[in-house]
């Protein structure tokens, strides 16, 4: 039998803050989730955010496409969440998503190049949860244009008169030195 180690048991099974334990394994599980679960199981954790703190946020840009390479944009991503939560800011940390994510592209990239995006990740997911999570805050990181998806994101907040602010590359660069 083989064992996790420790501290992927941690990180894997316990859950962050507003997260249920139930809803943190199955969203790491991936057992049959569709993304309508994932999108239900975040917007729960949002509201369970907003009960707890105000004000919140949600940081978008590059994480697959655009910016950089998909790891030196989650880097940048995680820097960018932690430096608005520095600010006082309860912010959603969709980075918390990506085991079902990374399985979900996964297992459809057949339908897909490597490097594409499936879109229904977008428009079942993502944008929903801008629309319904009623975010105080959105943060959009620098270099957000190269990255399609982000996009998407930034047109629906320019609808929803929400107007994103700016994470500086620089802000971050600083922060992850």
């Known amino acids: 039998m083989n064992l996790l180690p420790i501290e992927t048991i941690e990180q894997e099974y316990v859950p962050p803050y507003c997260w249920s334990q139930d809803d943190w394994i ?86 897909y190049d490597f490097d594409q995006y499936p879109c229904e990740v977008m428009t079942e997911l993502f944008l929903p949860l801008i629309r319904n999570g009623k975010f105080q805050r959105v943060f959009v990181i620098e270099g957000w244009q190269s990255s399609r998806e982000t996009n998407m994101e930034m047109e629906l907040c320019k609808e929803m008169n929400l107007i994103p602010e700016l994470v500086p590359l620089r802000q971050i660069r600083q922060y992850l030195a």
């Open 26 to 111: 199955k969203v790491h599980s991936k057992n049959g989730l569709k993304l309508k679960d994932v999108f239900e199981i975040s917007l729960k954790v949002v509201y369970q955010i907003r009960e707890h703190a105000s004000p919140t946020g949600l940081v978008i840009g590059p994480m697959v496409t655009g910016g950089y390479d998909p790891v030196k944009n989650l880097e940048i991503f995680e820097a960018a969440i932690q430096i608005i939560r520095l600010k006082g800011v309860a912010v959603f940390n969709q980075l918390h998503l990506l085991p079902f994510l990374d399985f979900y592209m996964d297992s459809h990239q057949p339908q």
